[in-house]
Every structure is written in C-alpha cells, then in structure tokens.
C-alpha cells in the first residue's frame, strides 16, 4: 500500500507524473528546448523539466495543453495506479490477449503481400499516434479487428497469428 501525506496524496506521485511526461517528451524525441521552441515559449525548458522530476506540480489545464501539444490522450501523461492500466471507456481492463505489442523490426524482415499490407497499416497507426519509435508498436484492441481482416483470419484468432509470424513480443 503506498504511503500517503496528509492529504491523502502518494507523495511520489508528483515524480511519477514527471517520469511519464518526461517519457512521452522523449518518445517523441524532444528536448526541452524543442518543446519549448516549437509551442513558441508555451511550455518553458526550465518549467518543463521541473514538471518531469516531480519538482513542480502541474495543473489540471497545462496538463490538458500539454496533451495535446504532444498529441496524446490526457490519461497518457499519467501514471498508472497499484491496479495496472487505467479502464477503458467501458469499464475494462486492458487485456494482454487482445491487444499486443508488435516487433517491426522482424516486421521489416518479412516478405509477401500480407506483411506489406500489414506494413502500411502499422505506419498509419504510428502517424495517427505520433508514434515513431520504429522499434516497437503497442496495438490495442481495436486494431485488432483491421489486423485479423489483413492476415485473413478471425478476431479472436488474429493474436496467435501475429505470434506465429513471430512479431507478438511477450
């Protein structure tokens, strides 16, 4: 159980929203001084850096801005709780079966018409999602129905394909 102030506030929480911050800054292969520069002076460096080693506390609208600076969903910037990931917008968990996190680079190694097409709607999701990491790809449960209907398969059987193609990583 985590140790609360006298609020009732986890302490190192504060650290653990600066270490998703400065995460997701770094995915997207920022400096500070970049974000900095490129939102015209919005976030400044040494506030941002601040943010990320828990320093400073961060509120509710620069959190919000900050989201969609990066382009990503809000809850993204935060860390997840004792319980694991956070619910969906219906009240689940997510399920390691359902979605998956893909290799690309032994996606690159393959060849056919399959591993084409499946290429080009991984790059899509990597554009909408500013994901460009190149290494590696988090799926979720929705893209799983796309990817079950470009490996000719069904949705329930669309993971255990992706594994035996070898991209499903543990």
Same mark, same amino acid.
């Given at each position: 159980?985590?140790?609360? #102030?006298?609020?009732?506030?986890? =302490? ?40 990320? +080693?828990?320093? +400073?506390?961060?509120?509710?609208? !620069?959190?919000? +801005?900050?989201?969609?600076?990066? +382009?990503?969903?809000? #809850?993204?910037?935060?860390?997840? *709780?004792?319980?694991?990931? =956070? ?5 689940? !968990?997510?399920?390691? #079966? ?41 799926? !979720?449960?929705? *893209? ?27």
């Amino acid at each position: 159980m985590a140790v609360m #102030d006298d609020e009732g506030v986890n =302490p190192g929480y504060g650290r653990q929203v600066g270490e998703r911050l400065r995460l997701i800054r770094r995915q997207k292969r920022l400096s500070l001084q970049e974000v900095e520069s490129q939102s015209e002076q919005e976030f400044k460096a040494s506030v941002l850096g601040a943010y990320e +080693r828990g320093e +400073r506390a961060i509120s509710v609208p !620069r959190l919000q +801005r900050l989201a969609q600076f990066y +382009r990503v969903p809000v #809850d993204q910037l935060l860390p997840y *709780d004792e319980d694991g990931p =956070p619910l969906d917008e219906e009240g689940r !968990r997510g399920d390691p #079966d359902i979605g998956a996190k893909l290799d690309l680079t032994r996606l690159e190694k393959l060849g056919g018409p399959e591993a084409e097409t499946l290429t080009r709607y991984l790059k899509m999701i990597q554009v909408q999602r500013q994901d460009f990491n190149g290494r590696v790809l988090t799926i !979720r449960r929705d *893209d799983m129905r796309a990817i079950a209907a470009i490996l000719g398969v069904t949705e329930e059987s669309a993971a255990a394909r992706l594994d035996d193609l070898g991209l499903k990583l543990a």
